[in-house]
């Protein structure tokens, strides 16, 4: 079993930034690879970022120039640097592990609020 716990979130005007972290416990051998998912009210959650465990990245083509996806090994910890905010980025924030999996783990969502 993994656990995810994020936190970051905020309240940002827009044009803003915000980062948030992610980090696991608990069967870390089954997390790779890891992502970032979002979830806007009245809307399906998507995609926002991934990151494997060789460090190779991908994105959503919405977020890309503006947001970074990280990680630190050593402390299980992924991260997730949002600038140039828009409030279309509005939504629920969700950590997720072992993407791979048929069930993958989920963190308990922050929430990212951007004001124009």
């Known amino acids: 079993q993994v656990q995810l716990v994020e936190s970051g979130g905020g309240l940002v005007q827009a044009g803003g930034s915000l980062r948030l972290s992610c980090v696991a416990s608990?069967?870390?051998?089954?997390?790779?690879?890891m992502g970032w998912y979002r979830q806007a009210p009245g809307k399906q959650r998507e995609l926002v970022a991934t990151v494997n465990s060789g460090g190779s990245t991908n994105y959503a083509d919405s977020v890309k120039g503006r947001f970074t996806i990280s990680r630190d090994n050593a402390k299980n910890t992924v991260y997730l640097q949002m600038n140039s905010l828009k409030p279309e980025d509005t939504a629920v924030y969700y950590c997720a592990a072992g993407l791979l999996r048929p069930r993958p783990y989920w963190g308990q969502g922050t929430q990212v609020t951007v004001s124009s």
């Open positions: 608990g069967s870390i051998f089954s997390i790779n690879p």
